[in-house]
Structure formats: structure tokens, C-alpha cells
């Protein structure tokens, strides 16, 4: 079947703009979860939701970041006011989580690009 | 807090010899799972093994395989015959769960280590 899908791949930027990165899961997946990759900072966790359940934000580096998740399938990471510091790639994954069939499968990510 | 660290940011191998990757992790937690997830230049995250930390017995799938030191708090990757395709950045990556074996959600992952493999 389909894994996750990301969108767009690229994205270019100007600083203080605002940007929506999409993420479709894998059906059926009830956990969707967002990193970041960054030259400085490695792999960074940013927010997880499961099912119905409230998100874990622990991870947003700034209230400029925010996601959602509607209907329990797509999310939307929103970055607003974009700093040259956002720049980085951005990674969906989705898994199944009942009993240890917990594997995360990543999407191929979106590249942003803040000038 | 859990960390990963991998001290091995480059690594190099000739096709068909066996390179190990080195991991070592702290937690005071004691249900956990750890992976090795390789990510080639298309980006895409690809698991490669995991070990849930209950187990004794290392994990291996074919060509991978673990050495994992729960003492020591060390999970390293043997790569036997390596293959050109086994060219990419390597991650350990960490990830705690519940006693029924439901995972917590997040992964928390090494620095990474690019593994480029010579003909």
C-alpha cells in the first residue's frame, strides 16, 4: 500500500512568511508524529498525536510552531513568521500502536528553505 | 530525558567487508525498544533492526544484526558483506513504552553516522 506522503518537498521562502507542510499517514495509522532535521541540531522531535487523545507538543521549539490533525488522517505542521533558523527538513511518520507494532514509517520529508 | 549518542560521525567500508556502527544511550528507564534507522540520500527513513530491551537475544535480519550491552547501555550495528546500497546515514534512536509493550510515541535519536561504502 501507499507510506506516508509529504508535501510539498521543497519549499522556499521569505523570512516572516508563514508556511503549511502537509503530512497524509499511512491509512489505518492512529499515530502521526513530526521531526525536524537541521544541520545544528540533529533529529528533533517536535509533536505527536494519537487518536483522539491531546497532542504531545513537548517538542515545538516556539509557540510560532503549531499542528493539527483532522479527521485522525492529514496533518499540518504551520510555522509562522518564519525564521532563517526554521530552516531544516521536516519528517512525518505514522505507525500503528497497539502491542509492539510500533515501527514509525517516514515520509520523505519537506526541505524548507528560509532566506 | 533519554540521550543517544553516536560517536562515529564518518565511517567507511569496502564492498563485502563488515563495519560496526557504536551507539550508547542513557535512561533510568526500563522498558524501551532501540532501532537502528538508515536514511540514504532520497531522504527516506528506513528501519533497519530493532531490539526491545526485555530481550536478551540480539536481533539480526540478514546482513544486520546487534550487539546490545544493556549494562553497558550500548546498541552497536554489524553490517556483514557490505553492499554499495548500504551507503547512507546511519541513526540508534530510542524509545520508551508502557509494561504492555505500547510505545510512548516519541523516538529520540543519535547524531547520526554517514557510512559510505567503497568499491
Known amino acids: 500500500g501507499a507510506g506516508v506522503s509529504q508535501s510539498p518537498s521543497n519549499k522556499v521562502t521569505e523570512k516572516g512568511k508563514d508556511v503549511e507542510l502537509r503530512c497524509d499517514p499511512i491509512?489505518?495509522?492512529?499515530?502521526l508524529y513530526w521531526y525536524r532535521q537541521s544541520l545544528g541540531q540533529g533529529l528533533e522531535f517536535l509533536i505527536y498525536f494519537q487518536g483522539n487523545s491531546a497532542p504531545d507538543k513537548s517538542g515545538l521549539p516556539s509557540d510560532r510552531f503549531s499542528a493539527e490533525r483532522t479527521g485522525g488522517s492529514v496533518s499540518t505542521l504551520t510555522i509562522q513568521r518564519t525564521q532563517q533558523e526554521d530552516s531544516a527538513v521536516y519528517l512525518c511518520a505514522s505507525s500503528l500502536l497497539r502491542g509492539t507494532h510500533n515501527e514509525q514509517f517516514f515520509g520523505p520529508g519537506t526541505r524548507l528553505t528560509v532566506l | 530525558a533519554q540521550t543517544v549518542t553516536q560517536s562515529q560521525p564518518e565511517m567507511s567500508v569496502q564492498e563485502a567487508e563488515t563495519v560496526t556502527l557504536s551507539c550508547t544511550y542513557d535512561?533510568?528507564?526500563?522498558?524501551?525498544?532501540l532501532f537502528w534507522y538508515k536514511q540514504p540520500p532520497s531522504r527516506q527513513m528506513i528501519l533497519v533492526i530493532r531490539q526491545e530491551a526485555y530481550k536478551q537475544q540480539n536481533a539480526t535480519e540478514n546482513r544486520f544484526s546487534v550487539n546490545f550491552q544493556k549494562a553497558a547501555k550500548s546498541f552497536s550495528l554489524k553490517i556483514s558483506d557490505s553492499q554499495l546500497g548500504d551507503t547512507a546515514m546511519y541513526f540508534c534512536?530510542?524509545?520508551?513504552?508502557?509494561?504492555?509493550?505500547?510505545?510512548?510515541?516519541?523516538?529520540?535519536f543519535g547524531q547520526g553516522t554517514i557510512l559510505t561504502v567503497h568499491p
Open positions: 535512561t533510568s528507564e526500563n522498558n524501551y525498544y
Open positions: 534512536a530510542f524509545m520508551k513504552h508502557n509494561a504492555g509493550g505500547t510505545s510512548y510515541g516519541k523516538l529520540t
Open positions: 491509512s489505518g495509522h492512529t499515530a
